[in-house]
């Protein structure tokens, strides 16, 4: 069972900045082998893609963190990185990391990390 370990939550004020990072073990196959990425949920909303990243580095962004945020990976260590710069009252959420393997059709899910945005 893949285990994801989430760190860098907190509360910052309105244009600074966070790094959040996950870490995957109980990893049997390759890191070219999955895509991971960030979601987040605030209170009343569905949960919603923040940003991915395949193995070969190729990354997605929803459009309202464009510019402001960086996600990253390093395979040496199954960990990716979510670098939140600018921050606003809306960013605002619990952010999730999640790992998919394709080849499974599967989903690994950290058990969230609460970013509040407030001054």
């Known amino acids: 069972q893949v285990q994801l370990v989430e760190s860098g939550g907190g509360l910052v004020q309105p244009g600074g900045s966070l790094r959040l990072s996950c870490t995957a073990s109980?990893?049997?196959?390759?890191?070219?082998?999955?895509?991971m990425g960030w979601y987040r949920q605030a209170p009343g909303k569905e949960r919603e893609l923040v940003a991915t990243?395949?193995?070969?580095?190729?990354?997605n962004y929803t459009d309202s963190v464009k510019g402001r945020f960086t996600i990253s990976r390093d395979n040496a260590k199954n960990t990716v990185y979510l670098q939140m710069n600018s921050l606003k009252p809306e960013d605002t959420a619990v952010y999730f990391c999640?790992?998919?393997?394709?080849?499974?059709?599967?989903?690994?899910w950290g058990q969230g990390t609460q970013v509040t945005v407030s001054s």
């Open positions: 109980r990893i049997i196959f390759g890191s070219n082998a999955y895509a």
């Open positions: 990243i395949t193995s070969f580095g190729s990354t």
């Open positions: 999640n790992l998919r393997v394709p080849i499974l059709r599967r989903d690994y």
